[in-house]
T-cell receptor
């Protein structure tokens, strides 16, 4: 198993541009999480999906952020328009089931918005 | 605000020494986990301890949990240079079992 796959690994864009981050969770993991990590705020949960349904998006900072999970093997996090303060490392993580709390993280996407 | 606060923020030790990291949290929990993050990588799960457990071992790792003090410690024995990483505790709240709240992390440097 290749583990959680995220793409791109690095993204540099200019303010105002649309950014789309992608995640492929481990097969069979029916819970998916998007996190953002910065030096100032640490690791923050943005949104949680269970069985492809968004359950908790209270961590999504603004309407500029949106996330989708069209099927069990793919999720996207979109920022439109991007701003310099969105610069961070974005992680996708999966979990096998609600009775199992261990989360499996992807390698992250380092986003820089100029 | 973050559920878990860890100390020290940074720790530098010599290879072969033991490393102890502490985590404090605020609310009642179901369990507490420790994760490791190597530079530029994602977090990797190390160990989980349930709220009714007091101590757990896994290889060179020893985790303790004191629910009365809302604190946990992670001990790495006989440290190796490869243990250099950031270590995070993560708790799930009793009323929200899916959500993990991560601490601020301890940066461990093991000098060869």
């Amino acid at each position: 198993d290749a583990g959680v796959i995220q793409s791109p690994r690095h993204e540099v864009t200019e303010m105002g541009q649309e950014v789309t981050l992608r995640c492929k969770p481990i097969s069979g993991h029916n819970s998916l999480f998007w996190y953002r990590q910065t030096m100032m705020r640490g690791l923050e949960l943005l949104i949680y999906f269970n069985n492809n349904v968004p359950i908790d998006d209270s961590g999504m900072p603004e309407d500029r952020f949106s996330a989708k999970m069209p099927n069990a093997s793919f999720s996207t996090l979109k920022i439109q328009p991007s701003e310099p303060r969105d610069s961070a490392v974005y992680f996708c993580a999966g979990r096998a089931g609600q009775g199992n709390n261990e989360q499996f993280f992807g390698p992250g996407t380092r986003l820089t918005v100029l | 605000s973050q559920q878990g606060e860890e100390d020290p923020q940074a720790l530098s030790i010599q290879e072969g020494e033991n490393a102890t990291m502490n985590c404090s949290y605020k609310t009642s929990i179901n369990n507490l986990q420790w994760y490791r993050q190597n530079s530029g990588r994602g977090l990797v799960h190390l160990i989980l301890i349930r709220s009714n457990e007091r101590e757990k071992h896994s290889g060179r790792l020893r985790v303790t949990l004191d629910t009365s003090k809302k604190s946990s410690s992670l001990l790495i024995t006989a440290s190796r240079a490869a243990d250099t990483a950031s270590y995070f505790c993560a708790t799930d709240a009793r009323d929200s079992s899916y959500k993990l709240i991560f601490g601020s992390g301890t940066r461990l440097l093991v000098r060869p």
